[in-house]
């Protein structure tokens, strides 16, 4: 049977991996993505499909098992309230409206820890075709951990912050991790 790969035929989303890397186990952060050659600025990292989840599986299921350390907040657009509604958005009359959904990244887009001051990848997110770009964000040299910035909610220990005396409003602060 003939398939027909027209672009009108399907939603094509192509794909890049930079060559230049490996993973590297055992680090103070688990695995990591480490540059095994010198990666230009800008240059494509990888472009990685998500899995967006549902708000309910997400809370039941995810939430509870070891894949919730590898979720990203994920907007998803959701209809506008009708125009009679008398109550007006927060954010304006004309900004979309979100629901925050999490989304488990595929590809080596789950593999990259989180730097504070050291973030030399930035991301970029494709709601409608549930893609995430990762682009270095200066020259990467070789040897060096390929970090991205989780937020300032985390979830555990950032073993890259300055040791200073944790009081607990620090620690309520790790409860929570996101991307933006
Ligand atoms: C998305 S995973 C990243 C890959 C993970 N290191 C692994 O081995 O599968 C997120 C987890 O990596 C670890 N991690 C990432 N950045 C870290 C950091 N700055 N300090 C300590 N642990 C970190 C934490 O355990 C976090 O829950």
């Given at each position: 049977m003939d398939i027909n790969f027209s672009p009108e035929a399907f939603t094509i989303t192509h794909l890049h991996r930079c060559p230049n890397l490996v993973i590297k186990s055992d680090t103070p952060k688990g695995r990591g993505v480490f540059a095994s050659a010198p990666i230009p600025a800008k240059t494509i990292i990888d472009v990685c499909p998500v899995l967006v989840l549902g708000l309910e599986e997400n809370k039941e299921h995810i939430e509870k098992s070891s894949l919730y350390h590898y979720t990203y907040n994920w907007p998803i657009p959701i209809s506008s309230p009708s125009p009679s509604s008398s109550s007006p958005s927060p954010s304006g009359p004309h900004s979309p409206k979100t629901e925050t959904h999490q989304a488990l990244i595929l590809g080596l887009g789950s593999m990259f820890n989180h730097s504070t001051h050291s973030q030399n990848v930035v991301w970029e997110r494709d709601i409608v075709r549930q893609i995430v770009t990762y682009r270095a964000l200066r020259d990467i040299a070789e040897g060096e951990e390929l970090c991205i910035s989780y937020g300032s909610h985390l979830t555990f220990k950032d073993?890259?912050?300055?040791s200073v005396n944790v009081v607990d409003e620090d620690i309520n602060q790790l409860n929570q991790i996101q991307l933006d």
């Amino acid at each position: 049977m003939d398939i027909n790969f027209s672009p009108e035929a399907f939603t094509i989303t192509h794909l890049h991996r930079c060559p230049n890397l490996v993973i590297k186990s055992d680090t103070p952060k688990g695995r990591g993505v480490f540059a095994s050659a010198p990666i230009p600025a800008k240059t494509i990292i990888d472009v990685c499909p998500v899995l967006v989840l549902g708000l309910e599986e997400n809370k039941e299921h995810i939430e509870k098992s070891s894949l919730y350390h590898y979720t990203y907040n994920w907007p998803i657009p959701i209809s506008s309230p009708s125009p009679s509604s008398s109550s007006p958005s927060p954010s304006g009359p004309h900004s979309p409206k979100t629901e925050t959904h999490q989304a488990l990244i595929l590809g080596l887009g789950s593999m990259f820890n989180h730097s504070t001051h050291s973030q030399n990848v930035v991301w970029e997110r494709d709601i409608v075709r549930q893609i995430v770009t990762y682009r270095a964000l200066r020259d990467i040299a070789e040897g060096e951990e390929l970090c991205i910035s989780y937020g300032s909610h985390l979830t555990f220990k950032d073993v890259d912050a300055p040791s200073v005396n944790v009081v607990d409003e620090d620690i309520n602060q790790l409860n929570q991790i996101q991307l933006d």
